[in-house]
Structure formats: C-alpha cells, structure tokens
C-alpha cells in the first residue's frame, strides 16, 4: 500500500469519525444582538453562518457544528492585522443538546465570550432553574415558601452553571438575591412562581434601575409547549430545506 492510499484512507477515517451536532444560541444581552455574530464552519475558519435568529430571551434555531469539538463565533468584519478572522472559541465538553450563551466583553481579541450547557430535558429538568451569575460577587438566591424551610443556594461568579430546584413544585412564594459574604442584607426580592411544566434560565445582572435595587434576576422561561412548537418548526423547516419546490433546484 503505497503512501498517497494511506493517507487517502486515513482522511476518510478521520472524516467519518466527525460527526455534526446541533448547537442553539442565546444571547446575553442587546450587546451581542447589536452585532451580526457568526458561527464559523469552515475547517480553517473559511466558511460562516450568520446567527440571523440571535435573540435575547429566545433560543435560536438549530446550527451544526462538529460533535465534542469547540464552536467558533467570530462578529462580522472583526479581523487581525494580518486580516485574519478574530474567532472565539466555546467548548461544548460532552452537552447533547448543546445551548451557547453568547457574551460580549472587552476581554478578547473577537469581543465575545460564551459558556455552553446541556439544554437536555434530562439535565436541565422541567421545574427546575439553571442560574448564571454575571456580576462580580459571588450571589445567593434563596427561595422562601410559606410554611416551608428556605432553600439557598450559591450562585458563584464567573458564570458556573447553577441547578437549583424550588421548594415547591406549583405554586408562588418569595424569592429573594443575597451577596453570597452578606445574608442579611436583601438586595432583590420579588414573588416567584414555579410549575413542573416550564424550565426557566436565571441572569443574575448588575441593575440598570436602582430603583428595583443594585441587581436583578433576568428570567427566560421556557414550557413544554413552547419546546413542543420549536421542535416540530424545526423538523417542518429542514423538511422544507431537503425538498425545496420544483424550480429550486441548482
């Protein structure tokens, strides 16, 4: 076997070992929306995909990417002195159901930052809350159902993925942001509600509004229905794209 079939072979196996994964996205905030983000294809970063669908409180449509490797993101027109594009990447370790949480900092060469999480049912369960923390300090959230012990729990900086489960499974009762270093001191409170029908992503965010105190929790909340309907666009959109009409074809 001469060295042209070797190599030829072990492209092939090393092509069919790759495997596409669907990736959604979500932005943090109208920093990111502002910007024209894409998700770079390309084995050498010579191929994008505008991110036309980024929204702030709703997921995108399905992107592929490769299966366990980074995704990259890149804004339109960001480039190194060499005009090389300024890509960022976003490990998605070993997430099924792969949701990036889309930054934007001032930190890195592309302007962006994202973390990516397991948007599986079976990880990010219904009735439950997956809680970010974007401020500096590390925070606690603590739930206080009437009647009910409290449940608490820390919500470290640097945004770690946080699971926290209510203490009562349908219904409303008190929600209240500590500083982790301060329990005494109240710096967000609010009436939260909670069903085993819906999933909710936590932001706890420095506030814009001092009047509603220093921070505040931004929640997107998604229901069994809501992902019933997205998932049945998405298989009605890729049917579309996989027999376009007579005519479309080039």
Known sequence: MNSKTVSLLFTLLCTSALHAVDVRFLAF?????????????????????????????????????????????MIEGKKDANGNPLTCEVPLKSATKPLVIIIATDKTPSGLAGVAVDDNESNFKWGSVLAFNSCKEDMALVFVPQGK??????????????????????????????????????MFSNVWTSDPGTRELVFVMPSEDKRLGPVFPKVITETRETLRAEEEAERARRGAASNPPPGDHH
């Open 149 to 186: 012990p409290k449940v608490m729990a820390k919500i470290p900086a640097g945004w770690t993925p946080t699971t926290i489960m209510p203490p009562v499974e349908k219904g409303a009762f008190g929600m209240q942001l500590f500083k982790a270093s301060d329990l005494k001191s109240v």
């Open 29 to 73: 905030d109208n920093k990111v929306t502002s910007q024209k983000v894409l998700v770079v294809t390309g084995a050498k970063d010579d191929h994008s995909e505008l991110i036309g669908d980024l929204a702030e409180l709703k997921r995108s449509k399905n992107y592929k990417s490769t299966e366990n490797a980074p995704v990259k993101l």
